[in-house]
Structure formats: C-alpha cells, structure tokens
C-alpha cells in the first residue's frame, strides 16, 4: 500500500521540528507572565521573545504584536465594531464582521474604494490569488502569505494584519495581531489587561513559544528560496493535470498567487465527491477552505468571482510545503486524472455538454 500523501498544506502545515522542541522545552517551565518573582519573569522572557520572533518574520519591528488564539479571533480584535467592509473572497472569520459589498474581479482581484473602511486578504486560501494591497487599509488577512511570500508588515501600510500559527508549521490554537504601533483597538475578552490591554487571560506559553520559533524557522526557508522550488514542484503539477484533464478549469494561473496552491474546476463533478475519491486513493486534499468543508458545498470565493453553483461546487484544492515531492505530485496527477476520465465520461452519457474522454 502506498504512502498517504498530503496536500492540504493551506489547512494546516506538519509541526516544524523547531516548533516541537521549543515546546517540549517549555513544558517544564513553571510562572505565569503576569507574576513578578523569578519563575514568572522567566515565562514573561520565553513569551517575549516568541513576540520578537514573529515580529522579525512579519518584517513588523516597532508594532505591536498581540497574541490570540488564532487568526479567528484575531479577526474579531481587529474588526469587531470598525463598520468595515469586504469582498466575498475573504475568509469567513473575516466576512463576519464586515458588509460583504465589495466586488470581486473574475481574475479573483479586488479594487477597493475606500481602503481605510475595508478589510482585503494578501493571498486567498482557495484559489492562491495575491491582491495588491492599497496603502492606508484597515486590516488585512496575513494568514495564508505570512512565511510564504516575501513582504513585511511595516511596508503594506496596513493598519492591522492577522496571522496563524499551524499554517506555516507552528502549533494549532494560537494566532496574533501586528498592530500599527500607536492604533487603539479596544479589546474583546477583557480582564486580567493582558498583552498590553487588548487581549486578556493567561497567556498560551506552549503556543506562543511554538508560534516563535516557526516563524523564525518559515522566514529562513523564504530567505534561503525553499518556496521557489516549491513553484517548480506546483509547475509540474500544473503542467501534468492541464495535459491530461481536458475540461478542468484552472484559477489565478494569470494572476500573482502563493507557490503552493493550484484550484482547479472539474465542472459537473462536485468538490466533496473529488475529495473523498481522492482521499480513497491515498491523497488528502481540500475542496476549498477548511472552516467551511462539510458546511457549504459551493465555494463562496468562486461564487463572488463570477462562477455559476454548478462550477463553483465542482471545485478542488490542491496545496503542499517543503515536504511534498515531485513523485507525489506526479502521482497525484495520474491518479486525478484517471478518475475525472471515468466522471467525465459518466456525466456525458447523462447528457453534459462535456466532451467525451480521448484515450491514447
């Protein structure tokens, strides 16, 4: 039996070795931050310089970083009563606070008119898509770009930008918010008045130390060009599903979008469907973002691009890291493309305009 290959990186990331270690390390730390004796200065050192570490990956020296519990609540400290508005590409924990009134090009790119009052991602988790972020902007969706496409937080003139940790080999559970220094953002759980009065409750040291030490280790791949092989592998893939998969409709191949994401639409044959053949044979891969699965079988993202239910319900998301090889990929390819011949197939004799399957 072949080995499970895995190609949802854009869901969660494998724990880096570092993050690992650094956690084991801190397990045997005893303190809390907010005590002042010896053993409480210790953990209050361990979690600053986790804050310094992710400081330094999101290029945000001089702002503000406010740890969470993950980029969802890091949305709501950052929109939760702004009055902002969003595009329908934008994740949901991000929609939720806003008026989703923004248009979306069917290239996937948004132009906003008013950037101050509007929230816009980096880079979209489906489709790989990567905006052109307008300077003075409220928040942005970091969570996707951060550790794997070269930017820095004090060059986007971004008032606020949200981050997680397991998607670039950290922990699940822990976030932040690169705060503009001099910003006031009202805090959602008040308290104890931790982490400069905007987040309050004990500190997560297990997560905060992992978050560090991930992020130090995602900013050293990204300086050292293990995200451009990882294009070449993405090219590959790209390249073997396009010949041998007529019909399926590939997204943002014209636009910016991450090193490690290919969507592609395979009209007729619905997303879950894909996902559970595919999960069969061995590959586990996604059919859009991993907060919506088995809640919407139609992506919204595609939906607010300008694809019809049909084509937007048909859709697949393939992500990978570092870990993914060529074979993998390759065998992906063979086996996706061996199933969407038979589905394909099958939805013409029913009467879908799809062309038959050419053998040879």
Known sequence: MSTRVYLDWNASTPLRAEAKAAMIAALDVTGNASS??????????LIERARAQVAAALGADGADIVFTSGATEAAALACAGRD??????????????????????P???????????????????????VQDLPTGLAVSDLTQAFGKLPFAFNWLGVDMGLVSAHKLGGPKGVGAVAIRQGLDVKAQIKGGGQEMGRRAGTENLLGIVGFGAAAEAAARDLADGEWDKIAQVRNILEQA???????????????????????M????????????????AGFAVSA?????????????????????????????????GPETRTEDVLRFAATYAKAWART?????????????????
Do not use: Y
Not at 107 to 129: F, H, M
Not at 265 to 280: C, F, N
Not at 344 to 360: C, E, F, I, M
């Open 36 to 45: 002042i004796h010896a053993e409480g200065r210790v953990v209050r050192g």
């Open 84 to 105: 902002l508005h969003c595009a329908g590409i934008e994740h949901d924990a991000v929609a939720a606070w806003c008026q989703t009134d923004v248009p979306t090009a």
């Open 107 to 129: 290239s996937g790119q948004v132009t906003l008119s008013d950037p101050a009052r509007s929230a816009l991602q980096l880079a979209n988790s489906e489709t790989g898509v």
């Open 241 to 263: 599903l396009e010949a041998d998969c007529p019909g399926v409709i590939f997204l943002g191949k014209d636009q910016p979008r991450l090193p490690n994401t290919i969507c």
């Open 265 to 280: 639409i395979a009209p007729g044959w619905k997303g879950e469907t894909q996902v559970m053949a595919m999960d069969l």
């Open 288 to 320: 859009g973002s991993a907060c919506s699965s088995g809640k919407v079988s139609v992506s919204r993202v595609l939906r607010a691009m300008g694809h019809s239910d049909i084509n937007a319900g048909s859709a697949l998301r393939v992500s990978f």
């Open 344 to 360: 394909r197939d099958r939805l013409q004799q029913a009467g879908s305009n799809l062309p038959r399957h050419k053998t040879g």
